[in-house]
């Protein structure tokens, strides 16, 4: 081992999909078994309010892994490819002497499947190219996205996602004990990334059955009667206008325990540091992309700024460096997770991220941020769970505060410490007139949604023609896992 490695920690970064903030034992969900993340954060530090830069996957996690927002990037929804151009955190620690590897789901589109890692053993489930046609769920067709189909087919079962993550799961263990066996070796830094709790909300029947009488009903059941219009409008377009109690609760159900099968899965990868000798030596990082409803408000999935969809699960531990028990409530975007990383092990920084290291909230116990976080949705009419429909939408947090900006539809005012639960727009109070004009004018600050749309038009025909290129030419996968049509299906309801 080099002398200028014997300071640097090892870092197991452990990536979900679709974890809502609020699904943890440690968040005050009594429903949520997570016994395991319970531990990693009663060991370091959980941040309270971690926000997501997108509520849709791709433009989430290509803003962090560059710090760069989604409109500074041109990422905005699933089908968008990212400049190679753009250096990523995993860039940085390359340059301080790190060889990143990720295991699992990155969710990249086009020919750099790396984006600064240097090893992806297990890739991804879905195509490496936009046009190029997924493998079918047979059973469980349509449910891992935005349909009514998610919530019709949900209760005990498989989806090829729980048989991926196994994989990984299997994979990073061995990854973990290879680098144990070997003599002089690098600290490293490994990305677990799994799918689970995304839908499918199918999961198997003991951990269903584990769940079932666990998980209470929404704490907003219904629909508000004075609800947004563009809410609405989602809602009727997606067919989650009439949702029966029983759905919900199959549904809620289902997501519980794929989180608790997410959380077996973090618990051996922490046994596995313990079982090595290189827990006290580990940075250890937990967070998702992005949250979900799971009928509260009887909406399901994300899409929206509500904090169930873009609240995230965010817990950091490195003994020695990291207090235990340390509960952060001062908000932070996960667009500035890779600086924070590359901050606290004395790697290079992102040299134009806009998104900055809040390490100073973890070193510095006196710190205090007042920084705005901006979380945006914006695509095109191509997804065809978009139906139809091209939005530019923003928000922004800060302080007890939260704005959303609807390009064509009434804003909307929050404030989250009198109301977390998001039930009272102030945005057309006469007493909050000032506050919504302030945090409108810092939304649209740096971001025109009319140049955005354009730009967004414009590029449609592009994103066409690579789409039709696709589908004539079938391009190789670079990085994609073997997903098989029989790992999908259903149990028998009784």
């Not at 989604?70 to 390359?94: F, K, R, V, Y």
């Not at 809602?235 to 959380?263: F, I, N, P, T, W």
Request: charged share 25%.
């Amino acid at each position: 081992m080099s002398d200028a490695s014997q300071n640097r920690p090892n870092i197991l970064y452990i990536f979900s999909d679709q974890h809502a903030a609020r699904v943890m034992g440690c968040a005050g969900d009594l429903a949520a078994d997570t016994p395991n993340l319970d531990h990693l954060a009663a060991s370091g530090v959980r941040f309270d309010r971690a926000y997501c830069p997108s509520p849709v996957c791709l433009p989430a996690r290509m803003s962090m892994l560059t710090g760069l927002r989604p409109h500074e990037q041109s990422c905005w929804t699933n089908d968008d490819i990212l400049d190679s151009a753009h250096p990523t955190w995993l860039h940085g620690l390359g340059a301080a002497g790190y060889n990143p590897v990720l295991i699992g789901r990155m969710h990249s589109l086009g020919p750099d499947q790396l984006r600064g890692y240097v090893a992806r053993p297990i890739g991804d489930h879905s195509p490496n190219w936009p046009g190029v046609a997924r493998r079918s769920l047979g059973a469980l067709s349509k449910t891992s996205g935005p349909f009514r189909e998610s919530i019709e087919r949900s209760g005990p079962g498989q989806s090829s996602y729980q048989v991926m993550d196994e994989e990984v799961l299997a994979a990073c263990i061995s990854f973990l004990k290879d680098h144990a066996a070997r003599e002089d070796a690098e600290p490293f830094c490994l990305t677990a990334s799994f799918m689970l709790p995304h839908p499918p909300y199918v999961a198997s029947e003991q951990d269903f059955a584990a769940v079932e009488d666990r998980v209470p009903a929404p704490h907003i059941p219904h629909p508000p009667n004075d609800e947004h219009p563009w809410i609405r409008q989602w809602r009727q377009l997606k067919h989650v206008d009439e949702v029966s109690s029983e759905e919900v609760h199959r549904v809620r159900c289902g997501y519980y325990a794929l989180v608790r099968q997410l959380d077996r899965h973090i618990g051996e990868l922490l046994a596995t540091l313990d079982q090595i000798g290189c827990a006290e030596n580990t940075l250890v990082v937990y967070v998702s992309d992005h949250g979900d409803h799971i009928g509260e408000r009887g909406l399901f999935w994300k899409h929206t700024f509500y904090e169930d969809a873009i609240r995230v699960p965010l817990i950091m531990r490195w003994p020695g460096h990291i207090g235990p028990g340390q509960h952060c409530t001062q908000p932070v975007e996960t667009g500035a997770l890779g600086n924070t990383i590359l901050s606290l092990v004395g790697a290079p920084t992102l040299p134009n991220a806009t998104m900055t290291s809040f390490d100073d909230l973890i070193t510095d116990k006196n710190a205090e941020a007042d920084r705005p976080i901006f979380v945006e949705y914006c695509t095109d009419d191509i997804p065809a769970w978009a139906e139809g429909q091209a939005v530019q939408q923003r928000a922004v947090i800060q302080g007890r505060f939260k704005y959303i900006y609807y390009q064509g539809y009434p804003d909307q005012l929050f404030d989250l410490e009198d109301d977390p639960l998001e039930q009272r727009d102030l945005a057309r109070n006469p007493d909050h007139a000032d506050t919504a004009a302030q945090l409108r004018a810092l939304v649209l600050e740096d971001w025109n949604p009319e140049d955005i749309g354009r730009k967004i038009e414009r590029r449609k025909a592009d994103k066409l023609l690579l789409k039709a290129w696709a589908e004539k030419t079938n391009p190789a996968d670079l990085c994609r896992w073997d997903l098989r049509e029989e790992q999908n299906y259903l149990l028998p309801r009784k």
